[in-house]
């Protein structure tokens, strides 16, 4: 078998699901509903098949491997577009993500939702085809038989650490929604509206190596009752958790312990392909001159974004 069908034989896949996507996205139509079951398996297939598994061997491996080699123009000009375009479909993800949690957190966001589906659901095949018909197959002479056979093994590799990493994570997740329950319990018992600090522990400090940076941040559905998206500045990040600053909002405006249950961050990694879009849990807030810093647990980092920040972290 050649390197690039077994790209190909994941097209075929991609496409597949395409069309329940067109099925999909009447049926909520007609309903005036998302489904949450249905809407969460389109977008761990997006988000873990597409992007992670798929769009990764062509980053990660193929178009690491075609770098190094002395690429036609025209081959070089269609890999960036590729490149453009996998950058793309990763942002209309994010969006896709962001909508669908403050769809379920009550907000009207359903004609943003149809429209990213749609959106994804148009853009898949003319890059699949762009693969699939000129690029591709013409692209094979660079590698000689060992080269390819060297290639499809690392792809197999790829998948084993994407499956492995998906399904390990369970327990993570499982033990961080328990804690988290658990966080929330005490508040409630406590009645705790308006107490912003919920300290790190220290074994929460020590966990993860952090590293000072300065980049922008969105965070969805923050600090604010009229539940606005705010941007601000990413101060230091480790693997478990970041540490942001955004600017002081009046009093009135701010969200209590209680309305700030989970939100949702997205920021860009420098040399990184897909945006990262991670869930967060408040572990503190404190107000500092004209600013409010934010520190917050990951809550639900995907195999690309913890890829992503293990790299930019070492
Ligand atoms: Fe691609
Ligand atoms: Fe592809």
Known sequence: MNLCRVLMQEHRIIEKILNMFELEIKMFTEEKHIDPISIYVSIDFIRTYINQVHHGKEENILFRELSKKDLSP?????????????????????KLIVTNNRYFDGEDTFQEIISYLKELKQFYPQHIKEEDEHFFDSILDYFDEEEQAKIISEFGGYDKKVLQW??????????????????????????????????ITDQERRRFKRKQVRLSVSIDKFLLKTGKSMSGTILDISAGGIRFSIPKVPVLEMASNRELTEFCIGFNLPNNFLPIVVKCHLKRVIEIAAEIQIGAAFLDTDFHSQEALQQYLH
Not at 79 to 88: D, F
Not at 174 to 183: G, Y
């Open 74 to 94: 025209e081959h070089g000009n269609i890999m960036n577009e590729l490149k453009v375009e996998h950058k793309y479909s990763g942002n209309i993800l994010s």
């Open 166 to 199: 998906k399904y390990r994570k369970v327990e993570t997740v499982l033990k961080e929604r328990i804690q988290f329950a658990a966080e929330a319990d005490i508040n409630r018992h406590h009645n705790v509206e308006d107490d912003k600090i919920i300290p």
